[in-house]
């Protein structure tokens, strides 16, 4: 079973376009993140909830939007998509600051 | 600035020997660091998490030591095999709710 699954797997869209990338965890842990990896490898957060509550907001743009309907699944809406926002994004999960993060395996999104 | 530095970016071996990576931390004052392994195309996968206050921690063939008062850690890894290729990544809990991660080292063994 796949403890954090996330789709798409890849996504291709043109610039403008609104898109959303779904993330699900059945491991009941209370946090959850959006991770950006550049094309450099470089993995920097974006978002943190702790159940369904935004902890963390790295100076991400606001046209990205994260939705945590309940602890088990955290969303991300981008909206006006543009050629930067190319990259892949990862979800994670984890129970807690001092336990291990568990991630899902990537939603490359390529922006043309 | 709380950043995280993995030298070398790259890393090729021969099959069966012993390795170290190494990660280093401007800030001493850490919850945790993690060890990750990144397969390409894959998510990330934690292999050792260090308390702040443990020195080390082992796994397998894996041995991770944390040395905070000059911010280091090493993740070893014994009798190397070609399924160690991958990308080490290392990230700190400074402490600030925020996994920082370092740029990772590329590993290949060679067999």
Known sequence: ?112 | KQEVTQIPAALSVPEGENLVLNCSFTDSAIYNLQWFRQDPGKGLTSLLLIQSSQREQTSGRLNASLDKSSGRSTLYIAASQPGDSATYLCAVYFGNEKLTFGTGTRLTIIP
């Not at chain 1, 902890?55 to 309940?70: A, G, H, L, Q």
């Open chain 1, 1 to 112: 079973d796949t403890a954090v699954s996330q789709t798409p797997k890849y996504l291709v869209t043109q610039m403008g376009n609104d898109k959303s990338i779904k993330c699900e965890q059945n491991l009941g842990h209370d946090t959850m993140y959006w991770y950006k990896q550049d094309s450099k490898k470089f993995l920097k957060i974006m978002f943190s909830y702790n159940n369904k509550e935004l902890i963390i907001n790295e100076t991400v743009p606001n046209r990205f939007s994260p939705k945590s309907p309940d602890k088990a699944h955290l969303n991300l809406h981008i909206n006006s998509l543009e050629l930067g926002d190319s990259a892949v994004y990862f979800c994670a999960s984890s129970p807690g600051n001092n336990s291990p993060l568990h991630f899902g395996n990537g939603t490359r999104l390529t922006v043309t």
